[in-house]
């Protein structure tokens, strides 16, 4: 899909597969902001050592999240898997 575009402003990816293929494709397209969430610690070294190869790293965010839960009839929180969020940016 990317590859019919001709100009990329801003990229949310949320799939994983191929993804050094993807970021580099949409750093070609001239995107200036690109966002990756990722679930698995692999994925999220793998994506920020190559957008610190590319030039376009800025950061990133780990998410946790909880659900409230009934136990014995009061509320207790159960957590979530953590989600991880790479940011890159392009630099001018």
């Known amino acids: 899909m990317i590859s019919r575009l001709d100009h990329v402003d801003c990229a949310f990816v949320g799939g994983t597969k191929n993804i050094t293929?993807?970021?580099?494709?949409?750093?070609?397209?001239?995107?200036?902001s690109i966002i990756v969430n990722a679930v698995r610690?692999?994925?999220?070294?793998?994506?920020?050592?190559?957008?610190?190869?590319?030039?376009?790293?800025?950061?990133?965010?780990?998410?946790?999240a909880s659900k409230s839960e009934e136990l014995t009839g009061e509320t207790m929180f159960?957590?979530?898997?953590?989600?991880?969020?790479?940011?890159?940016?392009?630099?001018?």
Do not use: F, Q, S
């Open 41 to 64: 610690i692999e994925t999220v070294v793998r994506v920020i050592e190559h957008m610190k190869k590319l030039g376009i790293y800025d950061e990133t965010v780990h998410i946790i």
């Open 21 to 32: 293929a993807v970021l580099d494709k949409l750093v070609e397209k001239g995107a200036r």
């Open 78 to 92: 159960k957590p979530e898997n953590p989600v991880y969020i790479m940011c890159a940016k392009r630099k001018e």
